[in-house]
C-alpha cells in the first residue's frame, strides 16, 4: 500500500516536472473581479486580454453588469 509519502513522490517525478527540467508549460492568466477593476480605467467600454485568458465568473458577471465586453486577441 502506498503511503502519503510514497504518493507525493510518484506525483514529482512523474507529473510535476523538475525546475529546469522536463516541458515548459505555458501559464494561462487567470484575471479576478478585482485584478479587472483595479486596472480598468473609468468609462471604458471593452476589455483586451490575451486569447488563453481564463476570466473568473464573478468577473464575467460585474463585467456584463457594466456592459463591458470582452475582446479577446
Keep these: 500500500m502506498l503511503t502519503r509519502g510514497d504518493f507525493l513522490d ?3 517525478k512523474h507529473i510535476l516536472p523538475s525546475p529546469g527540467k522536463g516541458p515548459a508549460r505555458a501559464r494561462r492568466l487567470f484575471l ?3 485584478e ?3 486596472t480598468l480605467t473609468p468609462g471604458a467600454k471593452d476589455l483586451t486580454i490575451p486569447k488563453d485568458a481564463i476570466v473568473s465568473p464573478l468577473a464575467q458577471e460585474w ?5 463591458i465586453r470582452i475582446i479577446y486577441k
Design 63 to 67: 463585467l456584463a453588469l457594466e456592459g
Design 36 to 38: 479587472i477593476k483595479k
Design 32 to 34: 479576478t473581479e478585482y
Design 10 to 12: 510518484i506525483l514529482r
